[in-house]
């Protein structure tokens, strides 16, 4: 029987497989022969199988390095439900006892164990370094192997011990595999493990059956994603929190919306979640709101949709999160809430860790920035960071190929940016080129001399907007490329020197502005469903403000009117269910003319009403709400408010927004005398007098850098209570 034969007919005594999915037989072949391996893989390919069969047919013990011990368990009792050998898997980690540790050595001391699992913290213990060195080993197989690089979404010190180890305890041949890298990732592996030669096999990233979406991150975020999951009744999904705080609170929301849902994070009891876990696989639980410690490992086919309440930190973390989605190939829907105020958290986060760590971080948030905001097709921007080319202009399959935008011709710009970058000798990042290009004398700038440069400044008449679309669809068209040794340096590409020469159309799609989603002022669905009575929504409102003397978003906000034009509540009972109206709002003299007119357009156009479902919210978030109206009757300063309920100052404005826009009356008068210049307090007063929006960035823009945001958000609340209450 040939080799081939062999592994095929092994691959089925084992595993009742037929035959080798992708590159799996080609790289168990490749570690058979005494070679260093590279596997990159997406989540789904098969990636174990690449370890667990050579490990079976090959000559002593495989150590498989894996940062969960979760992982490890699943895996060891997968490999012995398949072999009639007892003890032909077993794990070494910090969760056994004297007892359990000694039978695992005398397992693999006696030949039984071809599969060893071994957490990295474990490796590095001298006692096991020194059993290992009595150990025939038949190979090294670093999973998750993206944990090495400092540039990678999960990085561990602890990975980077892994080669002195390995030398200590005995050559034998390396595999690495991970299911997310870069480029800059996986120079930095192979680097690090000592494997630079090693034979590379890389799958395509490319997940046709996942459709992904980016939605702004409002107020509303709640309902949004109740709406979502009633839609999808009965199916599996995860939802993704970057805090514990946030996972509990969403997973309780959902709880109280009827949807079979639990919380899952690190902090929780390793038997609850083993427990929330089984019964996620077991389909007791539908949705599971987590934290990234969900998700590794957990091999269950049938996730229908991912949501990401929260931006992740990295393009390769979301790539990962949502290739959990339609791994048999079915319906996988990918959904992310964006809001630059979450990067801005995220950014702050970093402050007090080392520089370059710091700086690692900023540059991959940009990189998750740049998919958010893009107007062009995410599948094109994911595969592009990973290194590989989307042919494609229109997957078919995400919001922006679904929903395309209008192009529009940017040969010019692209020749400017072109210049520019090479004026400066190709060694700046896409920030420091824009700075460049837009004439902006910054520190770094000036330092380098360049604003004696003739291109300094050359486009600072066009749009700033323009830009950073500019470049990043120059990247996906190979007229740039970012280096990989120093990353992010923008470099033109040989097809970029040649458009240099010959400029020719050049097109593209401006970037989707997400800071015009201001907290409180959008619903996720932007836009109504019923434009006609939108219009006459807002001719009522109009009509209304100038009988009272108030700027039309004092009388409902465009987010109430646009819910109101899609839901027609025809009672005032009806009206409280509209996203910023309460019982203040209610209680209004002009409230009954808006459901007057809804009821009288539903029955002129014989409209059949489907009433919204009302979201119940958890006692804990409306105490909340409570606990800050009485703490601001007794004049209790903000910030101590913030400080006394365990949240960020941010967050309580957030909150007393949403009182006051939906009808309470608050006075914060006491603290506003207390931390603000009186004649601040006037100009900001009057521009809300007499602007047509409250959108925080047109007031930013309107005020100037003299006043701050947090000043701008506090006297529109008093300006709200005031004259909408």
């Not at 693999?108 to 474990?122: D, H, M």
Request: glycine share 6%; net charge negative.
């Amino acid at each position: 029987m040939s080799e081939k034969m062999n592994l095929t007919a092994a691959l089925k005594k084992y595993f009742g497989f037929d035959t080798f999915k992708g590159d799996q037989e080609r790289i168990i072949q490749n570690l058979m022969d005494g070679n260093d391996t590279f596997v990159l893989m997406p989540t789904g390919g098969g990636k174990s199988l690449c370890y667990q069969l050579p490990s079976l047919l090959m000559e002593g013990t495989a150590i498989v390095i894996s940062p969960l011990i979760a992982l490890m368990k699943n895996q060891v009792d997968v490999i012995s439900s398949m072999s009639e050998t007892e003890g032909t898997a077993h794990y070494l980690n910090s969760s056994l006892n004297k007892a359990a540790i000694d039978q695992v050595k005398s397992d693999v001391l006696a030949g039984r164990t071809k599969l060893l699992y071994v957490a990295p913290e474990s490796l590095t213990k001298e006692e096991n370094v020194e059993f290992l060195r009595s150990v025939k080993i038949s190979f090294y197989a670093i999973d998750e192997a993206h944990c090495i690089s400092e540039w990678g979404h999960d990085f561990r010190p602890e990975y980077r011990k892994i080669r002195p180890i390995v030398n200590e305890i005995g050559k034998a041949p390396i595999i690495a595999l991970t299911a997310t890298a870069t480029d800059k990732v996986r120079t930095d592996i192979k680097k690090n493990l000592g494997i630079v030669d090693a034979a590379e096999f890389k799958s395509s990233f490319n997940r046709p059956n996942l459709y992904y979406e980016v939605r702004p991150k409002t107020v509303n975020v709640d309902k949004d994603i109740i709406k979502f999951i009633k839609q999808h009744s009965g199916k599996s999904g995860i939802i993704y929190c970057l805090s514990r705080k946030k996972v509990e609170e969403l997973a309780a929301i959902l709880r109280a919306n009827d949807i079979k849902a639990a919380a899952y994070h690190a902090g929780l009891d390793s038997n609850t979640r083993s427990n929330t876990q089984d019964e996620f696989l077991m389909e007791n639980i539908d949705v599971i709101v987590a934290t990234i410690a969900f998700g590794m490992g957990i091999d269950k086919p049938d996730v229908r949709f991912v949501i990401h309440y929260d931006i992740p930190k990295s393009l390769e973390g979301y790539y990962q999160e949502t290739g959990r989605a339609g791994r048999d190939g079915g319906e996988g829907i990918c959904l992310a809430f964006y809001s630059y105020k979450d990067l801005q958290k995220l950014d702050k986060f970093m402050e007090g860790k080392p520089v370059a760590e710091q700086d690692i971080g900023r540059q991959l948030l940009t990189e998750t920035a740049a998919y958010a905001e893009t107007s062009v097709c995410r599948r094109k921007m994911l595969l592009h960071y990973f290194g590989e080319t989307y042919e494609k202009d229109n997957c078919g399959n995400c919001d922006n190929c679904l929903h395309p935008k209008t192009k529009i011709e940017a040969k010019d710009q692209l020749v400017t940016v072109l210049k520019s970058i090479q004026v400066i000798k190709e060694n700046f990042r896409s920030d420091y080129v824009i700075d460049f290009i837009t004439g902006k004398p910054t520190e770094e700038i000036l330092a380098h001399h360049h604003e004696e440069q003739e291109l300094f400044g050359a486009g600072a008449d066009d749009d700033e907007k323009i830009w950073n679309p500019v470049i990043r669809q120059a990247l996906l068209a190979g007229y740039l490329r970012k280096e990989v040794e120093n990353y992010g340096l923008l470099k033109l590409t040989a097809a970029g020197k040649k458009f240099l020469k010959a400029p020719h159309t050049f097109m593209i799609v401006k970037d989707v502005e997400f800071d015009d989603y201001d907290a409180g002022e959008h619903d996720g669905n932007i836009g109504s469903l019923d434009p006609v009575l939108t219009a006459m929504l807002h001719d009522l409102r109009k009509k209304v403000s100038k009988q009272l003397g108030r700027p039309p978003y004092v009388i409902f906000q465009d987010v109430s009117i646009d819910q109101m034009a899609t839901d027609y509540p025809i009672t005032l009972e009806e009206l409280k269910n509209i996203q910023g109206v309460g019982e203040g709002k209610v209680k209004q003299p002009y409230a009954k003319q808006f459901v007057d007119l809804i009821a009288k357009y539903c029955e002129e156009n014989e409209i059949e009403r489907q009433v919204d479902m009302r979201v119940r919210t958890v006692a804990k978030k409306s105490m909340l709400k409570v606990k800050i109206i009485q703490s601001i009757d007794r004049q209790i300063a903000l910030d101590d408010i913030a400080e006394a309920q365990g949240i960020e100052f941010e967050e309580l404005l957030d909150e007393v927004e949403a009182i006051v826009y939906s009808g309470t009356k608050l006075d914060i008068d006491y603290f506003l005398e207390e931390v603000m210049d009186e004649d601040h307090i006037d100009d900001i007063y009057d521009y809300f007098s007499e602007s047509e929006t409250d959108k925080l960035s047109e007031a930013e823009k309107e005020l100037g850098e003299d006043y701050s945001e947090d000043e701008i958000r506090l006297v529109r609340i008093k300006f709200i209570s005031e004259m909408a209450n």
